[in-house]
């Protein structure tokens, strides 16, 4: 729980102690009363599980259905508004922002909701919809809306994917271009 903590303190330079970050900030909170649901869930509790996920919806303006995987040390700032679907998977190391969701396409009973990998970044307002997988180390601008796989240490602004995997020269980082 120590590491999740400094985790946000990293993060955030605005937090000025770990017990604000763990009575003030509603990231850590959402995501303490999801762990809680994803037991119920794993142990076919629906109703319980559910009952808990809507609690903390309430609480903090967080949705994150208790079936959704998350990784160690996932960092929600803000969070109003953010939706994080059922079948969505969640690396380790991410920071989300308000307004973002991780959602579906269609309404069927399979993989329908986005993976992202390890140290992925999502900007405010970013719609990642689909059974997608978004790389490690990628980045989504605020807005995005993505529908399509993201390649490892890609950048997605708008809807158009730019690499930001680079060949370092001395100093110089040279870009790979857009991938398409």
């Known amino acids: ?11 955030d330079p605005a ?5 604000e970050i763990a009575l003030l900030y509603p990231g850590p909170k ?4 999801h762990r809680v649901a994803n037991l119920f869930y794993l142990q076919r509790l ?32 803000h969070g109003m508004g953010l939706v994080i679907g059922e079948t969505s998977e969640i690396g380790d190391d991410c920071i989300l922002f308000h307004g973002v969701t991780l959602g579906g396409l269609k309404f069927e009973n399979r993989k329908r909701h986005p ?35 993201v390649p490892v240490g890609a950048t997605v602004i708008g809807n158009h994917i730019e690499s930001q995997i680079g060949k370092q020269i001395g ?7 857009k991938l398409e």
């Open 1 to 11: 729980m120590i590491d999740f903590l400094q985790a946000f303190k990293k993060y």
């Open 15 to 19: 937090a000025k102690s770990l017990v």
């Open 30 to 33: 959402a995501i303490l009363f």
């Open 46 to 77: 629906f109703f319980i599980a559910r009952l808990i996920s809507e609690i903390s919806r309430w609480l903090t303006g967080i949705e994150i259905h208790p079936g959704a995987k998350i990784g160690k040390r996932l960092v929600i700032d």
């Open 115 to 149: 993976t992202l990998g390890n140290r992925v970044l999502v900007g405010a307002g970013a719609k990642i919809l689909g059974p997608i997988t978004l790389g490690d180390g990628c980045r989504v601008g605020a807005n995005a809306v993505v529908t399509k796989d």
């Open 171 to 177: 100093t110089q980082i040279e870009s790979q271009g």
